[in-house]
């Protein structure tokens, strides 16, 4: 079981940025694809980004030029640099993992607020 542990989200103004960490924990595992997801109020969740093992990331087009995927294997942390953001980018952000066995696990989110 891998346990993921979400920081640094807070109260921001719009044209601001955070920096959002997710660090996984537990025993006999390893991560293939570690991903960022968010929750707007009344909206279901989305994809945000995501980093394979080799460093290769994709974005939604919604973050691209703004939002920096990136991880740090040997601390298998995973990071989500958010820059320019807009009052939009409000929500819950989740971390979530894939390992190379499949097992899919999420963190318990953190909040993100712009104001305009």
């Known amino acids: 079981q891998v346990q993921l542990v979400e920081s640094g989200g807070g109260l921001v103004q719009a044209g601001g940025s955070l920096r959002l960490s997710c660090a996984a924990s537990?025993?006999?595992?390893?991560?293939?694809?570690m991903a960022w997801y968010r929750q707007a109020p009344g909206k279901q969740r989305e994809w945000v980004a995501t980093?394979?093992?080799?460093?290769?990331?994709n974005y939604a087009d919604s973050v691209k030029e703004r939002f920096t995927i990136s991880r740090d294997n040997a601390k298998n942390t995973v990071y989500l640099q958010m820059n320019s953001l807009k009052p939009e980018d409000t929500a819950v952000y989740y971390c979530?993992?894939?390992?190379?066995?499949?097992?899919?696990?999420w963190g318990q989110g953190t909040q993100v607020t712009v104001s305009s």
């Open positions: 979530n993992t894939k390992t190379w066995l499949g097992i899919t696990n």
């Open positions: 537990g025993r006999g595992f390893s991560i293939n694809v």
């Open positions: 980093i394979a093992s080799e460093g290769s990331t």
